[in-house]
Structures are given as structure tokens and as C-alpha cells.
């Protein structure tokens, strides 16, 4: 059974492009979440998704971010217009349910130039 | 709200010493408490996890004791390796369903041979 998986691993972006970060949970897990990870601290929170629905946005930031979960294919975190300070590791965990532990991919370091 | 204390680093220790790496967290209910180990490079995988109180998780030699009565969760090994060098974080699950994990902000943990 693969893990999470996340690509690409490493992206750069020049300021005010689009970034797409993709996230194929594990096989028979429907929930999603995405982390950030900024240099030198933890995991913070972003969004929570289920197949098709967001649950919790309560920590993505009001602009420029979007999350979706299709009912085909990976999740996607996009960001549009990057700025330097969206330079970050970005994190993708999912679960069967959503009262399980999470389990974690191996991350998609974005670099803003 | 819920949040995770977690012991600053770095941490450097010698082959065989002793590691403890405190962990307090402020949760209202009934949390599921977990630690995971960060590698360089790579994502983060669970280490070991607590669901109730005075629950005992273990995982390669590494330990933490759920313990309401101190909000704590200390993780221990009695004999660190070369390959134990890693961050770790501590992380805390809500008691209500379909949660975003809280993350302590990571220790980093280099031993020496």
C-alpha cells in the first residue's frame, strides 16, 4: 500500500506566478489535510477536505490560496500570485476517518524567487 | 485553545546518553496525544501515540506517558543512536471528530558518535 504521496517535491516559482501542489492520499483514506512548515518552526494547520467538500479553512489565509479535493484525483493546493513569503514546505496528510492519526507525505518545498 | 509546549532545541547528546524531550499541550477534553520524527529531507512519520490518560506509547526504544494530571507528554529513550538524529514533534488531536493536528514548534536532536 503507498504512502501519501506529493510531487513535486521541489518547486520554484518566480513572484506573482501560480503555484499547483498535488496530494494522493492513501489508498482508502477520504480525508485530506494540508499543512505549512516555515522555516525553523512546526506544522501549522491549513485546510481539512473530504472527497468533493472543505470541512475546515480556518487556516488558510483569506487570498491568493485555494484547496480542492475532486472526487477524481489528487487533492490540489494552488496559490496564486506567490510572494516570498509563501516560500515554505507545504504538507499533505490524510486519514480513513477523521477521527484516525494522520499519516504524512513526504512534503512539497516551494521556493518564491 | 488547543496548543502544544514543546522543548526548544537544538539538542545534542552523545551516542548512548539519555534523551528526554518535554512536552506540555492546553486541550480542552480528551486528547489523542502523538509524536512524530522528522528526518532530513523528508516528511514526518509517527513515531508513537496515547489516546487516554496514563496510556503508554513506545516505538523503538522511544516512550511518552499520556499524563492529564501535568497536561504532559515527554518523549524518552534510555540509549540514543547516530540514526536517532532528527526533529520531533509533538502533536495533539481534539477530542471532537475530523481534527487538525496542533504541532509543537519541533526539537531538533543531533547525537555524536
Known amino acids: 500500500n503507498a504512502g501519501v504521496m506529493q510531487n513535486p517535491r521541489h518547486l520554484v516559482r518566480r513572484r506573482g506566478q501560480e503555484a499547483r501542489l498535488r496530494c494522493s492520499p492513501m489508498k482508502g483514506h477520504s480525508h485530506v489535510y494540508w499543512y505549512r512548515q516555515l522555516p525553523e518552526e512546526g506544522l501549522k494547520f491549513m485546510v481539512y477536505?473530504?472527497?468533493?467538500?472543505?470541512?475546515?479553512e480556518s487556516g488558510m489565509p483569506k487570498e491568493r490560496f485555494s484547496a480542492e479535493f475532486p472526487k477524481e484525483g489528487p487533492s490540489i493546493l494552488r496559490i496564486q500570485q506567490v510572494v516570498r513569503g509563501d516560500s515554505a514546505a507545504y504538507f499533505c496528510?490524510?486519514?480513513?476517518?477523521?477521527?484516525?492519526?494522520?499519516?504524512f507525505g513526504p512534503g512539497t518545498r516551494l521556493t518564491v524567487t | 485553545g488547543d496548543s502544544v509546549t514543546q522543548m526548544e532545541g537544538p539538542v545534542t547528546l552523545s551516542e548512548e546518553a539519555c534523551l528526554t524531550i518535554?512536552?506540555?499541550?492546553?486541550?480542552?477534553?480528551?486528547?489523542?496525544l502523538f509524536w512524530y520524527v522528522q528526518y532530513p529531507g523528508e516528511g514526518l512519520q509517527l513515531l508513537l501515540k496515547a489516546t487516554k490518560a496514563d496510556d503508554k506509547g513506545s516505538n523503538k526504544g522511544f516512550e511518552a506517558t499520556y499524563r492529564k494530571e501535568t497536561t504532559s507528554f515527554h518523549l524518552e529513550k534510555g540509549s540514543v543512536q547516530v540514526s536517532d538524529s532528527a526533529v520531533y514533534f509533538c502533536?495533539?488531536?481534539?477530542?471532537?471528530?475530523?481534527?487538525?493536528?496542533?504541532f509543537g514548534t519541533g526539537t531538533s536532536l543531533t547525537v555524536i558518535p
Open positions: 496528510a490524510s486519514s480513513p476517518t477523521g477521527e484516525a492519526e494522520q499519516y
Open positions: 502533536a495533539l488531536s481534539p477530542s471532537n471528530t475530523g481534527n487538525q493536528f496542533y
Open positions: 477536505l473530504q472527497k468533493e467538500n472543505i470541512i475546515d
Open positions: 518535554n512536552c506540555t499541550y492546553t486541550a480542552t477534553g480528551y486528547p489523542s
